[in-house]
């Protein structure tokens, strides 16, 4: 692979021999590396396994988002069909519906005493803790209710 040049001037000095050494050796080292990074099986899983939890979260963070979105729509719509049901209630139906409703809270509370006085303590501790965990989850809760009343007018209105 020794190349003797024809022409004594044009033959590289021993300067510029040491720099296409180092030249070369520079290139190798670059060419083990990217070799090295290629073998390198466990670093190339972890980048990609980094990749795929970053997309991950970012489709969770957006799915996460429209849920939230279609929940308040949810939310705006039964509000909405709630009030339009209230307004077209006549007059002596909304009279009869808060006497009602004053009945009601008044059994409610009679209950409410009853049951305090007669149920065990670990019924009424369960009791508590589920109360508990349905004001925690009003959220929920509502929204369920929303959509309940949704459907149930949707198919209300299909009926006339």
Do not use: F, I
């Not at 969770?60 to 308040?72: I, Y």
């Not at 705006?76 to 809270?105: C, E, I, L, N, Y």
């Not at 065990?120 to 309940?148: C, F």
Request: hydrophobic share 40%; aromatic share 2%; glycine share 4%.
């Amino acid at each position: 692979m020794t190349h003797t040049p024809a022409d004594p001037q044009s033959a590289p000095g021993p300067e510029q021999l040491r720099e296409q050494v180092e030249q070369t050796r520079h290139d190798l080292g670059q060419t083990v590396q990217a070799l090295a990074d290629k073998a390198d099986v466990k670093a190339r899983a972890q980048h990609k396994t980094a990749e795929v939890r970053e997309k991950a979260a970012t489709k969770a963070g957006a799915l996460r988002e429209r849920a939230v979105t279609q929940a308040s729509e949810l939310k705006a719509q039964a509000a909405k069909a709630t009030s339009q049901v209230h307004d077209k209630r006549p007059d002596a139906v909304k009279g009869t519906t808060a006497q009602a409703a004053g009945q009601v809270r008044a059994g409610a509370a009679r209950a409410g005493r009853m049951w305090q006085e007669k149920a065990p303590e670990p019924l009424r501790q369960k009791a508590t803790q589920s109360a508990q965990l349905a004001r925690d989850n009003r959220t929920v809760l509502l929204v369920a209710a929303a959509g309940v009343t949704v459907l149930w007018l949707a198919s209300y209105r299909e009926k006339d």
